[in-house]
Nanobody
Framework: QVQLVESGGGLVQPGGSLRLSCEGSGFTLDLSTIAWFRQAPDNQREAVAC????????????FYRESVQGRFTISTDNAKTTFYLQMNNLKPEDSAVYFC????????????????????????WGRGTQVTVSS
């Protein structure tokens, strides 16, 4: 059974940094598509970053939504089945509940795109961690 537990959220001032962690179990991290999503009040859940297994070897492909490119980095620690979202230069508009997720292989390995609606049934989810960026 897949389980995901987020940690690392909190209150930070604009320009600050946070690192979110997602501790997983019940799956092999380097063979899985894993992602971070966020949802602000009255907004749809949106994909923030994703990493998918490498095709035929090589590096794993990543996706970042445009508004976080250059500020956020997704990374993995396969030995710990844990993945991370390093968030730098945070802005008030980054405030949201952040969820980690692992894509069910029945639905393929592709990362979500910024323009498509999140298909929540495609993923197993953590409970979320609140990130608030405010002075």
């Amino acid at each position: 059974q897949v389980q995901l537990v987020e940690s690392g959220g909190g209150l930070v001032q604009p320009g600050g940094s946070l690192r979110l962690s997602c501790e997983g179990s019940g799956f092999t991290l380097d063979l899985s598509t894993i992602a971070w999503f966020r949802q602000a009040p009255d907004n749809q859940r949106e994909a923030v970053a994703c990493i998918k297994p490498a095709d035929g070897g090589g590096e794993r492909a990543t996706f970042y939504r445009e508004s976080v490119q250059g500020r956020f980095t997704i990374s993995t620690d396969n030995a710990k089945t844990t993945f991370y979202l390093q968030m730098n230069n945070l802005k008030p508009e980054d405030s949201a509940v952040y969820f980690c997720a692992r894509k069910n292989k029945r639905f393929g390995s592709a990362c979500p795109t910024e323009s498509s609606a999140v298909r929540e049934k495609f993923y197993q989810w953590g409970r979320g961690t609140q990130v608030t960026v405010s002075s």
